[in-house]
């Protein structure tokens, strides 16, 4: 009897741990992400009225970007709700018009309440022209304001590009409980 206690505490604690754990690319994500955050907030301090009162937000913090008329983005990112870590996300954007060159960026997503982070963790959560990104500069917030629930901002962290076109964003949620 003592035994099976014994070899049933240790399957609960094992399945337990492995449910939490994440690979050492997402824990760096989110290394990353907290990083980028403080940079964002940083950069302007308004920005911790959004952090706090966004049902969720996801904070992109290394997306890479490059065009020769044809541009494409993607980057991995870390979702919260009410500022607690529940997942991960995936972002693929391709556009098309008139632009040249590459850069990093960070992106951070808000959204204003649950339904439209309720959207956002649907299987797959696209914006084709839809979703417009606020550039980053000291002060930004006081003229923020959601768009169908959701405010976009990006912040270049290195290289140059010049950019107008028309595209779309992608973006894929993966729950904690599924990341291995």
Request: charged share 25%; no cysteine; glycine share 12%.
């Amino acid at each position: 009897m003592k035994t099976l206690k014994t070899i049933t505490a240790l399957m609960i604690l094992l399945l337990t741990f492995g449910a939490f754990a994440q690979n050492s690319d997402d824990k760096r994500i989110i290394a990353d992400a907290q990083d980028a955050k403080q940079k964002l907030l940083d950069k302007d301090p308004g920005l911790k009225e959004y952090f706090e009162s966004a049902a969720g937000y996801v904070i992109f913090p290394n997306v890479g970007e490059g065009a020769f008329f044809i541009g494409a983005a993607a980057g991995n990112g870390v979702v919260y709700e009410d500022g607690d870590f529940i997942g991960m996300a995936d972002l693929r954007k391709i556009d098309v018009g008139f632009q040249f060159g590459g850069q990093a960026i960070i992106e951070v997503i808000f959204f204003k309440d649950n339904e439209a982070l309720a959207e956002f963790k649907t299987d797959e959560f696209t914006v084709f022209g839809g979703l417009s990104a606020t550039a980053m500069k000291s002060g930004i917030s006081e003229t923020l304001a959601y768009s169908h629930g959701v405010i976009a901002v990006v912040m270049p962290k290195a290289g140059l590009m010049t950019d107008v076109s028309v595209g779309g964003q992608r973006f894929k949620y993966t729950p904690m409980e599924e990341i291995k």
